[in-house]
């Protein structure tokens, strides 16, 4: 079931603060070093890495260390995932707006013809 | 700017969950009271009151009681600003690989035309 699925619990989890949205954001423009993604940010260090940590572990996000330089790229299938199933929301709910509508919309045609009838039936 | 943006971290901390996710789909197919939301899960009323709340506080959906019954619904605005952030980011993400490809291409495509232009040469 697509609701039980805890891959979107970890992604969900991981975009629901300001800092991670906007390391996304900018990874999303190219690969960069951790130094480079906290410099907008003022936080200590250990606080930044967490956040990191959080979007590696969702899966939103890969890091890599050569050397002293920790280089962090984002992984979009994760994101995908996340936006496939606000879609599928949106579908079913648009869905039964359409149906409540074309229901409203018939029962209106209808009563207007049982109207419409009487009318006739009065001039006779 | 987009990402300091209150409201979506409470979206996305109340879709981080099975049970909110489940509860939305579920409202997707229209209103639904309190009693009949709970139906499907194994879990007190006390635990589940806490999903409703955090779904309602984060906007996503209202409650409304007439009586003793406390009926839910969807509000689909929220969802859709939710989805709208994923697309904006997954837009930025594709135009940049489209421009690196875009690079890649003609890098090929001068790097072939110095080849042939280098082989003429050496027929002259």
Not at 29 to 40: C, F
Not at 66 to 77: D, L, M, Q, S, W
């Amino acid at each position: 079931m697509a609701n039980s699925n805890p891959s979107l619990d970890g992604v969900f989890h991981a975009l629901a603060d300001p800092t991670r949205r906007a390391v996304l954001a900018r990874l999303g423009q190219g690969p960069a070093t951790v130094k480079e993604l906290g410099q907008p940010f003022r936080m200590a260090l250990p606080s930044f890495m967490k956040h990191l940590t959080v979007l590696e572990d969702s899966g939103l996000i890969a890091t890599q260390k050569v050397g002293r330089v920790r280089t962090c790229r984002i992984k979009p299938r994760r994101l995908a995932a996340a936006e496939a199933w606000l879609v599928e929301q949106r579908t079913l709910w648009e869905e039964r707006t359409d149906r409540m509508v074309r229901f409203v919309e018939e029962q209106h045609a209808s009563e207007q013809h049982a109207l419409e009838q009487h009318g006739k039936e009065q001039t006779k």
